[in-house]
T-cell receptor
Framework: QKEVEQDPGPLSVPEGAIVSLNCTYS??????FMWYRQYSRKGPELLMY????GNKEDGRFTAQVDKSSKYISLFIRDSQPSDSATYLC?????????????FGSGTRLQVQP | NAGVTQTPKFRILKIGQSMTLQCTQDMNHNYMYWYRQDPGMGLKLIYYSVGAGITDKGEVPNGYNVSRSTTEDFPLRLELAAPSQTSVYFC??????????????FGPGTRLTVL
């Protein structure tokens, strides 16, 4: 079993839709949770960062962490064609475990105009 | 700031050849990383470094070597290239401290094919 599971998609939605992206994980030591966005043939870039459980909102993006269920989500409101990319969840533990991230395999999102 | 730069962008190697992938960052970050990304497989950590002179293995280190003689540079060496090393390689760096200590900044990647 992988430490972090993520549905690879592709997920195709019409412009303006609400998008929900999810990851599950098995390591209860994970404390720091991130979402990276990766456009085709580019390096990943940080989109959202959350520490421990709870919600965080930034513009059209909301990140949720439910540590009791070992489940994290990214919601995109009013999706745009420019949101078409691969979204990677990533997480790390405290202490020495904080040095490296464990990534999900990524979900490819296509927003149709 | 240029951020994290990687060279070359593309490379084709023959089986058994060697090469070095270059990575440089100008953000004075302590931590640097090398990942490989295979289609549909996410990012797998090859090696990382917490500072000049200190390196450690990640999840998939076999067939690779690294060195960290300066804060800025973290080259990845492939010895005796094999088809299984065909992948996209990303270098990343992050600060050790501060509120964004977990943010990794990625380079544009090197696309390597071994034939």
């Amino acid at each position: 079993q992988k430490e972090v599971e993520q549905d690879p998609g592709p997920l195709s939605v019409p412009e303006g839709a609400i998008v929900s992206l999810n990851c599950t994980y098995s390591n209860s030591a994970f404390q720091y949770f991130m979402w990276y966005r990766q456009y085709s043939r580019k390096g990943p870039e940080l989109l959202m960062y959350t520490y421990s459980s709870g919600n965080k909102e930034d513009g059209r993006f909301t990140a949720q962490v439910d540590k009791s269920s070992k489940y994290i989500s990214l919601f995109i409101r009013d999706s745009q064609p420019s949101d078409s990319a691969t979204y990677l969840c990533a997480m790390s533990a405290k202490g020495a475990g904080r040095r490296a991230l464990t990534f999900g395999s990524g979900t490819r999102l296509q927003v149709q105009p | 700031n240029a951020g994290v730069t990687q060279t070359p962008k593309f490379r084709i190697l023959k089986i058994g050849q060697s090469m070095t992938l270059q990575c440089t960052q100008d953000m004075n970050h302590n931590y640097m990383y090398w990942y490989r990304q295979d289609p549909g497989m996410g990012l797998k950590l090859i090696y990382y470094s917490v500072g000049a002179g200190i390196t450690d293995k990640g999840e998939v280190p076999n067939g690779y070597n690294v060195s960290r003689s300066t804060t800025e540079d973290f080259p990845l060496r492939l010895e005796l290239a094999a088809p299984s090393q065909t992948s996209v390689y990303f270098c990343a760096s992050r600060s050790r401290d501060g509120s964004l200590a977990d943010t990794q900044y990625f380079g544009p990647g090197t696309r390597l094919t071994v034939l």
